[in-house]
């Protein structure tokens, strides 16, 4: 991609998805996309949006795939997401969708 050229939406959300168990910090994400980490800022914020609310979408996208159609741990999980634990993944997807990960899974396996 060359520099100074704004990405897509959908271009922040891949490279995010890529990133995430590396953590998709903003400055790792726009040098990903080959622009600065304030364009990107400035670009999202135009669209209405922000990196850390990508980053989080992408995370609950990312964890209710993983624990609907894979037998993954929780643990194994939270690492793939980035985060720092289990109990800091369990506390936000709780935070998020009202329900703990494994009764999620539960629910959707039925």
């Given amino acids: 991609m060359k520099l100074g050229h704004i990405p897509s939406e959908h271009a922040v ?24 980490a304030r364009s990107l800022q400035r670009h999202l914020a135009a669209q209405a949006t ?11 996208a990312t964890a209710c795939r993983l624990l609907t159609e894979t037998n993954e741990t929780i643990s194994r999980i ?3 997401l980035g985060y720092t634990g289990p109990t800091s993944f369990s ?16 629910q959707q396996r039925k």
């Fill in 13 to 36: 959300r891949e490279a995010v998805a890529a990133s995430l168990q590396s953590g998709a910090s903003l400055r790792h994400i726009a040098s990903r996309l080959g622009v600065s």
């Fill in 50 to 60: 922000s990196h850390s609310e990508i980053v989080a979408e992408v995370r609950l």
């Fill in 91 to 106: 506390r936000s997807f709780r935070r998020l969708m009202k329900t703990q990960p494994a009764r999620y899974r539960r």
């Fill in 78 to 80: 939270a690492l793939l």
